[in-house]
DNA sequence: CTCCTGTCCTGCCGGC
DNA sequence: TGCCGGCAGGACAGGA
Protein backbone atom coordinates (compact mmCIF):
# COMPACT_ATOMS: atom_id res chain seq x y z
CA UNK A 1 0.00 0.00 0.00
CA UNK A 2 0.59 3.85 -0.20
CA UNK A 3 2.58 4.60 2.63
CA UNK A 4 2.27 8.23 4.90
CA UNK A 5 3.76 10.07 2.03
CA UNK A 6 1.81 8.58 -1.01
CA UNK A 7 -1.41 8.80 1.13
CA UNK A 8 -0.46 12.77 2.14
CA UNK A 9 0.07 13.32 -2.07
CA UNK A 10 -3.80 11.60 -1.94
CA UNK A 11 -4.79 14.48 0.27
CA UNK A 12 -3.39 16.82 -0.82
CA UNK A 13 -5.50 16.34 -4.31
CA UNK A 14 -8.40 15.22 -2.85
CA UNK A 15 -8.61 18.68 -0.25
CA UNK A 16 -8.27 20.69 -3.33
CA UNK A 17 -11.07 18.78 -4.90
CA UNK A 18 -13.76 18.02 -2.96
CA UNK A 19 -13.54 21.07 -0.22
CA UNK A 20 -16.47 22.98 0.00
CA UNK A 21 -18.00 20.46 -2.73
CA UNK A 22 -21.53 18.73 -2.16
CA UNK A 23 -21.95 14.78 -2.55
CA UNK A 24 -24.72 14.08 -4.16
CA UNK A 25 -25.00 10.00 -4.96
CA UNK A 26 -22.74 8.19 -3.90
CA UNK A 27 -22.44 4.47 -5.53
CA UNK A 28 -21.28 1.29 -3.97
CA UNK A 29 -20.50 -1.70 -6.63
CA UNK A 30 -19.86 -4.22 -3.68
CA UNK A 31 -21.01 -5.22 -0.41
CA UNK A 32 -17.71 -3.95 0.87
CA UNK A 33 -13.97 -3.95 0.88
CA UNK A 34 -11.90 -5.25 3.85
CA UNK A 35 -14.99 -4.97 5.73
CA UNK A 36 -18.82 -5.03 4.44
CA UNK A 37 -19.94 -1.71 4.38
CA UNK A 38 -22.04 0.41 6.92
CA UNK A 39 -25.67 -0.31 5.23
CA UNK A 40 -26.23 3.22 5.52
CA UNK A 41 -23.02 4.23 4.07
CA UNK A 42 -23.61 5.92 0.60
CA UNK A 43 -27.21 7.52 2.62
CA UNK A 44 -24.99 8.92 5.34
CA UNK A 45 -22.99 10.86 2.87
CA UNK A 46 -25.25 12.22 0.49
CA UNK A 47 -26.30 15.76 0.64
CA UNK A 48 -23.17 16.70 2.87
CA UNK A 49 -20.75 18.98 2.21
CA UNK A 50 -16.63 18.57 2.49
CA UNK A 51 -15.54 20.57 4.69
CA UNK A 52 -11.83 19.72 4.22
CA UNK A 53 -9.11 16.41 4.36
CA UNK A 54 -7.11 15.52 7.00
CA UNK A 55 -4.73 12.52 7.54
CA UNK A 56 -3.83 10.13 10.62
CA UNK A 57 -1.13 7.40 9.57
CA UNK A 58 -2.18 6.25 6.63
CA UNK A 59 -5.87 7.10 6.92
CA UNK A 60 -7.45 10.01 4.68
CA UNK A 61 -10.26 12.07 6.62
CA UNK A 62 -12.98 13.02 4.23
CA UNK A 63 -14.71 15.65 6.86
CA UNK A 64 -18.56 16.54 6.18
CA UNK A 65 -20.16 18.95 7.44
CA UNK A 66 -22.03 18.38 11.25
CA UNK A 67 -19.06 16.42 12.31
CA UNK A 68 -18.94 13.37 10.38
CA UNK A 69 -16.08 12.13 8.86
CA UNK A 70 -15.50 9.90 5.94
CA UNK A 71 -12.60 7.53 6.12
CA UNK A 72 -11.25 6.29 3.75
CA UNK A 73 -7.80 3.63 4.00
CA UNK A 74 -6.28 2.65 1.07
CA UNK A 75 -4.82 -0.82 1.78
CA UNK A 76 -2.39 -2.52 -0.34
CA UNK A 77 -3.60 -1.28 -3.74
CA UNK A 78 -6.05 1.47 -3.24
CA UNK A 79 -6.08 3.96 -5.78
CA UNK A 80 -8.50 7.23 -5.73
CA UNK A 81 -9.23 8.58 -9.41
CA UNK A 82 -10.74 12.24 -10.10
CA UNK A 83 -12.77 12.75 -12.98
CA UNK A 84 -13.75 16.42 -13.80
CA UNK A 85 -16.97 17.57 -14.20
CA UNK A 86 -17.62 16.43 -17.97
CA UNK A 87 -14.77 14.10 -18.35
CA UNK A 88 -14.70 10.63 -19.02
CA UNK A 89 -13.86 7.89 -17.65
CA UNK A 90 -13.61 4.12 -18.47
CA UNK A 91 -15.39 1.75 -16.33
CA UNK A 92 -13.15 -0.61 -14.24
CA UNK A 93 -14.10 -3.80 -12.48
CA UNK A 94 -12.32 -2.48 -9.30
CA UNK A 95 -14.14 0.42 -9.31
CA UNK A 96 -15.96 0.31 -5.91
CA UNK A 97 -17.16 3.31 -4.35
CA UNK A 98 -17.74 6.01 -6.97
CA UNK A 99 -19.15 9.94 -5.32
CA UNK A 100 -20.44 12.02 -7.79
CA UNK A 101 -20.66 15.81 -6.70
CA UNK A 102 -22.48 18.95 -7.62
CA UNK A 103 -20.23 20.14 -9.20
CA UNK A 104 -19.87 17.25 -11.60
CA UNK A 105 -16.91 15.81 -10.49
CA UNK A 106 -16.56 12.14 -9.62
CA UNK A 107 -14.25 10.45 -6.97
CA UNK A 108 -13.96 6.78 -7.52
CA UNK A 109 -12.09 4.61 -5.23
CA UNK A 110 -10.46 1.75 -7.06
CA UNK A 111 -8.64 -1.18 -5.22
CA UNK A 112 -7.59 -4.46 -6.91
CA UNK A 113 -6.88 -6.45 -4.06
CA UNK A 114 -9.84 -5.18 -1.93
CA UNK A 115 -7.51 -4.54 1.18
CA UNK A 116 -8.72 -1.04 1.68
CA UNK A 117 -11.31 0.16 4.02
CA UNK A 118 -14.17 2.76 3.88
CA UNK A 119 -16.42 4.04 6.67
CA UNK A 120 -17.99 6.83 8.68
CA UNK A 121 -17.50 7.97 12.00
CA UNK A 122 -18.87 11.04 14.17
CA UNK A 123 -16.44 13.54 16.42
CA UNK A 124 -16.62 10.77 19.58
CA UNK A 125 -16.05 7.95 16.97
CA UNK A 126 -13.05 9.83 15.29
CA UNK A 127 -11.55 9.19 18.95
CA UNK A 128 -12.53 6.06 19.99
CA UNK A 129 -11.90 4.39 16.66
CA UNK A 130 -9.23 2.01 17.99
CA UNK A 131 -6.63 2.39 15.32
CA UNK A 132 -6.89 6.37 16.21
CA UNK A 133 -6.88 5.52 19.97
CA UNK A 134 -3.35 4.00 19.86
CA UNK A 135 -1.65 5.04 16.76
CA UNK A 136 1.75 6.57 17.72
CA UNK A 137 2.52 10.02 16.95
CA UNK A 138 3.08 11.97 13.26
CA UNK A 139 6.54 11.43 12.37
CA UNK A 140 6.56 14.95 10.49
CA UNK A 141 4.86 16.47 13.17
CA UNK A 142 6.04 18.23 16.38
CA UNK A 143 5.09 15.24 18.87
CA UNK A 144 7.94 13.02 16.96
CA UNK A 145 11.77 13.33 17.90
CA UNK A 146 14.77 11.08 19.12
CA UNK A 147 13.43 10.90 22.68
CA UNK A 148 10.04 9.97 22.15
CA UNK A 149 10.94 7.47 19.34
CA UNK A 150 13.76 5.88 22.11
CA UNK A 151 10.95 5.93 25.09
CA UNK A 152 8.15 4.26 22.28
CA UNK A 153 10.96 1.13 21.82
CA UNK A 154 11.32 0.85 25.38
CA UNK A 155 10.14 -2.60 26.67
CA UNK A 156 9.73 -3.34 23.18
CA UNK A 157 10.79 -6.95 23.19
CA UNK A 158 11.13 -6.85 18.75
CA UNK A 159 13.37 -6.03 16.26
CA UNK A 160 13.47 -2.10 15.27
CA UNK A 161 12.29 -3.32 11.85
CA UNK A 162 9.24 -4.77 13.49
CA UNK A 163 9.12 -1.97 15.88
CA UNK A 164 8.77 0.45 13.45
CA UNK A 165 6.08 -0.99 11.24
CA UNK A 166 4.05 -1.24 14.27
CA UNK A 167 1.65 2.03 13.85
CA UNK A 168 1.32 2.33 17.37
CA UNK A 169 5.47 3.29 17.67
CA UNK A 170 5.18 5.93 15.00
CA UNK A 171 1.95 6.47 12.16
CA UNK A 172 2.45 6.25 8.65
CA UNK A 173 5.70 3.95 7.92
CA UNK A 174 5.59 0.55 6.24
CA UNK A 175 8.24 -1.30 4.47
CA UNK A 176 9.58 0.98 2.31
CA UNK A 177 10.73 3.11 4.49
CA UNK A 178 11.53 1.26 7.61
CA UNK A 179 13.81 -0.44 5.19
CA UNK A 180 14.93 3.34 3.75
CA UNK A 181 15.12 5.11 6.99
CA UNK A 182 16.88 2.39 9.05
CA UNK A 183 19.69 2.19 6.53
CA UNK A 184 20.05 5.52 6.51
CA UNK A 185 20.64 5.53 9.72
CA UNK A 186 22.96 2.65 9.74
CA UNK A 187 20.78 0.55 12.23
CA UNK A 188 20.54 -3.16 11.42
CA UNK A 189 16.79 -4.08 10.92
CA UNK A 190 17.77 -7.48 13.21
CA UNK A 191 18.48 -5.27 16.18
CA UNK A 192 16.20 -5.38 19.35
CA UNK A 193 14.40 -2.61 19.73
CA UNK A 194 15.36 -2.15 23.06
CA UNK A 195 18.95 -2.03 22.68
CA UNK A 196 18.57 1.39 20.27
CA UNK A 197 20.52 3.91 22.35
CA UNK A 198 19.49 7.37 22.51
CA UNK A 199 21.96 8.71 19.88
CA UNK A 200 20.41 5.91 17.71
CA UNK A 201 17.11 6.84 18.28
CA UNK A 202 17.90 10.05 17.58
CA UNK A 203 19.25 9.37 14.16
CA UNK A 204 16.21 7.06 13.26
CA UNK A 205 14.11 9.88 13.60
CA UNK A 206 15.69 12.07 11.75
CA UNK A 207 16.14 9.51 8.98
CA UNK A 208 12.58 9.03 9.25
CA UNK A 209 11.12 12.35 8.86
CA UNK A 210 14.30 13.24 5.70
CA UNK A 211 13.35 10.12 3.77
CA UNK A 212 9.12 10.72 4.11
CA UNK A 213 10.35 14.61 3.57
CA UNK A 214 12.09 14.04 0.47
CA UNK A 215 9.70 11.08 -0.75
CA UNK A 216 6.55 14.40 -0.45
CA UNK A 217 9.08 16.31 -2.48
CA UNK A 218 9.06 13.81 -4.85
CA UNK A 219 5.14 13.15 -4.66
CA UNK A 220 5.30 9.98 -3.28
CA UNK A 221 6.86 6.78 -4.60
CA UNK A 222 5.07 4.66 -6.24
CA UNK A 223 5.67 1.04 -7.14
CA UNK A 224 3.96 -0.71 -10.17
CA UNK A 225 0.52 -0.53 -8.53
CA UNK A 226 0.44 2.93 -7.08
CA UNK A 227 -0.93 5.80 -8.70
CA UNK A 228 -1.67 9.73 -7.76
CA UNK A 229 -5.32 10.66 -7.53
CA UNK A 230 -4.24 13.08 -10.30
CA UNK A 231 -3.16 10.14 -12.50
CA UNK A 232 0.75 10.78 -12.11
CA UNK A 233 2.99 8.70 -11.51
CA UNK A 234 5.55 9.12 -8.93
CA UNK A 235 9.11 8.43 -9.05
CA UNK A 236 10.59 8.48 -5.61
CA UNK A 237 11.10 4.71 -6.02
CA UNK A 238 14.03 5.62 -8.54
CA UNK A 239 15.63 6.98 -5.19
CA UNK A 240 14.89 4.14 -3.15
CA UNK A 241 18.38 3.03 -1.54
CA UNK A 242 17.67 -0.81 -0.55
CA UNK A 243 13.97 -1.41 -1.31
CA UNK A 244 13.58 -4.07 -3.46
CA UNK A 245 17.56 -4.02 -4.57
CA UNK A 246 18.60 -7.24 -3.54
CA UNK A 247 22.21 -7.92 -4.69
CA UNK A 248 22.73 -4.27 -6.22
CA UNK A 249 25.86 -2.37 -4.38
CA UNK A 250 25.36 -0.48 -0.98
CA UNK A 251 25.24 2.99 -2.36
CA UNK A 252 26.37 4.80 0.41
CA UNK A 253 29.47 2.76 2.03
CA UNK A 254 32.74 1.32 0.51
CA UNK A 255 31.87 -2.55 0.48
CA UNK A 256 31.55 -4.08 -2.39
CA UNK A 257 29.04 -6.92 -3.86
CA UNK A 258 32.41 -9.28 -4.16
CA UNK A 259 32.56 -8.82 -0.53
CA UNK A 260 29.43 -8.53 0.56
CA UNK A 261 26.67 -9.99 -1.92
CA UNK A 262 25.26 -6.78 -2.05
CA UNK A 263 22.17 -5.29 -0.26
CA UNK A 264 20.48 -8.21 1.35
CA UNK A 265 17.07 -9.65 1.18
CA UNK A 266 15.42 -11.26 4.26
CA UNK A 267 12.06 -11.75 5.72
CA UNK A 268 10.82 -9.97 9.29
CA UNK A 269 7.48 -10.94 10.38
CA UNK A 270 6.85 -12.05 7.03
CA UNK A 271 7.82 -9.44 4.83
CA UNK A 272 11.10 -8.60 2.86
CA UNK A 273 13.33 -7.02 4.42
CA UNK A 274 16.43 -5.01 2.93
CA UNK A 275 19.50 -3.86 4.37
CA UNK A 276 23.23 -3.32 4.15
CA UNK A 277 24.93 -5.94 6.57
CA UNK A 278 27.94 -4.01 6.47
CA UNK A 279 26.71 -0.36 6.94
CA UNK A 280 23.47 -1.37 9.09
CA UNK A 281 24.81 -2.48 12.75
C1' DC B 1 -0.49 -7.25 28.12
C1' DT B 2 2.82 -8.33 24.02
C1' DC B 3 4.29 -10.78 20.14
C1' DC B 4 3.90 -13.75 16.08
C1' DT B 5 1.54 -16.17 12.41
C1' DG B 6 -1.86 -16.56 9.15
C1' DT B 7 -5.27 -14.48 6.28
C1' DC B 8 -8.02 -11.43 3.49
C1' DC B 9 -7.70 -10.62 -2.43
C1' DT B 10 -6.02 -10.00 -7.12
C1' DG B 11 -2.29 -9.08 -10.28
C1' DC B 12 2.08 -9.53 -11.94
C1' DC B 13 6.59 -11.31 -12.63
C1' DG B 14 9.99 -14.74 -13.19
C1' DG B 15 11.08 -19.46 -13.93
C1' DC B 16 10.33 -23.66 -16.15
C1' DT C 1 3.98 -19.10 -25.51
C1' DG C 2 1.62 -20.79 -21.27
C1' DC C 3 1.21 -22.15 -16.71
C1' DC C 4 2.25 -21.84 -11.94
C1' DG C 5 4.31 -20.51 -7.67
C1' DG C 6 5.66 -16.79 -5.06
C1' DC C 7 5.36 -12.31 -3.73
C1' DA C 8 3.30 -7.51 -3.12
C1' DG C 9 3.50 -1.02 0.15
C1' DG C 10 -1.44 -3.24 5.49
C1' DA C 11 -4.19 -4.40 9.24
C1' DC C 12 -6.22 -7.37 12.29
C1' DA C 13 -7.89 -11.76 14.53
C1' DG C 14 -6.52 -15.37 17.16
C1' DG C 15 -3.31 -18.15 19.58
C1' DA C 16 0.92 -18.67 22.36
Redesign the pocket.
Known amino acids: ???LP?VETVRVALDRAMTGDVIGAVQLNRTGL?NPFAPDLAARMAGRTVTGVGRR???ILVHLDRGDVFVL?????GRVLLVPAGGDHADD??DHIDISFQSGLRVIYND????G?AFMLDEAGLKSY??FATMGPEPLGNAFSGPVLAAALQ?????IK??L???RIVAG????YVCEALYDAGISPLRM?ATIRKTEAEALSNAIRAVLTRALAAG???????RHANGDL?YFQQQLKV??REGAPCPDCVCTVEQTGGIR?I?Q????TFYCPQRQK
Open positions: MPEERGKYHLGMSRHARRFMPAGRKTTNAMDQLGNIAGSTLRDYGYGRSAGRS
